[in-house]
Nanobody
Framework: VQLQASGGGEVQAGGSLRLSCTASGPRFSVFTVGWFRQAPGKEREFVARITRLGNTYYRDSLKDRFTISRNHGKRTVYLQMNSLTLEDTAIYYC???????????????WGQGTQVTVSS
């Protein structure tokens, strides 16, 4: 499975962005897909994940502003991010894994990352 993350960019605080993670390769529909992010000088952290059945999980601090979804036909997982703050500035990565987990080290497949920059 190869993953391509896109949709990042620069946005003002309070704005919104939608990230996409598009897959190529077989069996994408059976994978849990997660979004992670890494801000400068900080460790990578879990953002959200969605299972093959559509069950969703979020980092507690983000669940009111972020929404993850998937379109099996388009082999794409989305991350809608609303009310963005300066603290959301990071490189966002999507990853895929058979297991339903929020531990990044357990994900087998990773996209290249897309930069999100929130400005004041």
């Amino acid at each position: 499975v190869q993953l391509q993350a896109s949709g990042g960019g620069e946005v003002q605080a309070g704005g919104s962005l939608r990230l996409s993670c598009t897959a190529s390769g077989p069996r994408f529909s059976v994978f849990t897909v997660g979004w992670f992010r890494q801000a400068p000088g900080k460790e990578r952290e879990f953002v959200a994940r969605i299972t093959r059945l559509g069950n969703t999980y979020y980092r507690d601090s983000l669940k009111d502003r972020f929404t993850i979804s998937r379109n099996h036909g388009k082999r794409t997982v989305y991350l809608q991010m609303n009310s963005l703050t300066l603290e959301d500035t990071a490189i966002y990565y999507c990853a895929a894994n058979i297991a339903n987990t929020d531990i990044g080290e357990e994900y087998n497949y990773w996209g290249q990352g897309t930069q999100v920059t929130v400005s004041s």
